[in-house]
């Protein structure tokens, strides 16, 4: 049986990420510098399932290219407009506002990391499955 573990992203300014992440409810559950490599490593998450591991290379000037495939994480919140509400307060930028999916009736709203990366923040209600 295999478990998915982690999505990695590299992000230029690691303390800007790790607070995005833990403005989202995410908790940091490790962290490793690695002086060899000059990077670091900050893996954060909401417990037990997968996490979003945050690399850090520490001589990296330029921005990286987000490239064309990659499309966004998402997370699951209870209340959509009291959590953007929040972020937005919080200076985090609010790319797409709350409101149901084109075609669908799934709320949800998009932000966006300090690295340009999309989250999707999806209303879950009990026994939705996303």
Known sequence: ???????????????????FYKALGMKETRRRDVPDGRYTLVYLGY?????????????????YDLGNGFGHLAVGVDNIHAVVDRLRNAGIKVTR?????????????FVEDPDGYK????ETKPGQPF
């Open 119 to 122: 989250v999707e923040l999806i």
């Open 47 to 63: 417990g037990d399932g997968p996490e979003v591991e945050l690399t850090h290379n520490w001589d990296q000037a330029e921005a």
């Open 1 to 19: 049986m295999a478990t998915f573990l982690h999505t990695m992203i590299r992000v230029r300014a690691l303390d800007r990420s790790v607070d």
């Open 97 to 109: 506002e709350p409101g149901p999916v084109k075609f669908g009736t799934t709320v949800i709203a």
